[in-house]
């Protein structure tokens, strides 16, 4: 009998213990952002007690998944170009920094996303709003070149609906990011059968369905991803080696198997050699190419390196590596190192919230405040631009026939 008590006792004792992890909200053991528990650990008030109104903590399972982003691991990278600085430009020197995870798009943004994004616009916005998002298609325009059949060709035709669109301004992909963030979100609400599936797109962050906004990378983002040195792990905390380009060794052609000696990215390779000679071109492209053409990173990310360059946040300044913090850098306008410093005459009317030019005879600097960098080399490019580390800048009004752009996201409820 005194054994059958004992076991009463224990069994009667471990239910006390439970109920009153309960009671605090320790459901299951200690609380987390999935399994919170009933009751707040704070306070001992009961969450989701509707009829008395109390605080309602919604269902969370993790942050969406979100369409066409990769995960990108964060951690500790050396920043800067590892190539020979041929153009003396000093303006991105090696410096170690911290990445926090985030999410990014697996390809560059295509015609057929482009063309999808001005459909909605047409059907729900002003006249004036789509006209903004039209691309330049005139970029591919040359005064002593015949590439006009790309001006009506290449962003509406159905053969070029999977090659990254250009022609498009910094501005107007910081504006597809708005729109997808609405769009993604509100489908989101709809398959969750929520009441915020009729909403104009701001639902809640609370409510646990939602995914953060999609936006431009961060240079420090892009490169980290672009480096992908994740592919270079050896045992704890070290890698065998740096890279030069997205992938491993020094040169630009696939060493291995059957496409033993064709290169691995869209690039110019030489003075007029744009895609090799007829019977074996061997990057097969003599402008941009399919966005899933050559194989992908460490990360699953293609054409970091060659197609298109991408536009990235940043304000572009040549001493950002020595201004910039080092856990998460980035440089969003001239807080450290002013645009005047740089002998520029663009200035910003204060009444109409335009930049003019002030004097029309003086040498103007091209750093300025809207001076924003893009990253990586595009088909036009030789392969020194291929280097994740090397960059470049251009007005963000300003579009281009070799500038495309791909999203990125933070990942949530992270500290990682």
Known sequence: MKNYFKVFFFLAVGSIALSSCNLFGKKGGIPTAQN????STATGL???????GGFMVNP???QPDA???VFIEGGRTVMGSFEEDVMSYRDNIERTVSVASFYMDETEIANIHWLEY???????????????????????????????????????YPGFRFFPVVGVSWTQ??????????????????????????????????????????????????????????????????????RLYPWDGHAVRNPYGKQMGF????FKRGRGDYAGIAGRLNDGALITSYIYEFPPNDYGLYNMAGNVSEWVQDV?????????????????????????????????????????????NSFTSLITDRARVYKGGSWKDVAYWMSPGTRRFLDQDSATATIGFRCAMIRAGSNY
């Open 60 to 62: 969370y399972q993790g």
């Open 316 to 360: 572009y300044r040549p001493l950002s590596y020595q201004d910039v913090d080092d856990l998460n850098p980035m440089r969003r306008d001239g807080f450290l190192d002013e645009s005047s410093k740089y002998n520029n005459s663009i200035q910003k009317n204060q009444e109409t919230g335009e930049w003019v030019k002030q004097n029309e």
């Open 118 to 156: 001005l459909h909605y616009l047409a059907r729900d916005s002003s006249q004036e709003v789509y006209q903004a998002a039209l691309p330049d298609t005139t970029v591919w325009v040359g005064k002593l070149a015949f590439n006009d059949p790309y001006v009506d060709q290449y962003l509406r």
């Open 46 to 52: 009961a969450y989701n007690d509707e009829a008395n």
């Open 263 to 266: 290169m691995l990215a869209n």
């Open 173 to 242: 992909a910081s504006n597809y990011a708005v729109w997808r963030t609405r769009a993604v979100n509100i489908q989101l609400a709809q398959n969750a059968g929520t009441e915020y599936a009729e909403t104009d797109g701001r639902i809640p962050l609370e409510s646990g369905i939602v995914i953060p906004a999609y936006r431009l990378p961060t240079e420090a983002e892009w490169e980290y991803a672009a480096q992908a040195m994740i592919g270079t792990q050896w045992l704890e905390e070290m890698q065998t080696h740096q």
């Open 36 to 39: 919170p528990g009933q009751i």
């Open 67 to 69: 369409p066409n982003m």
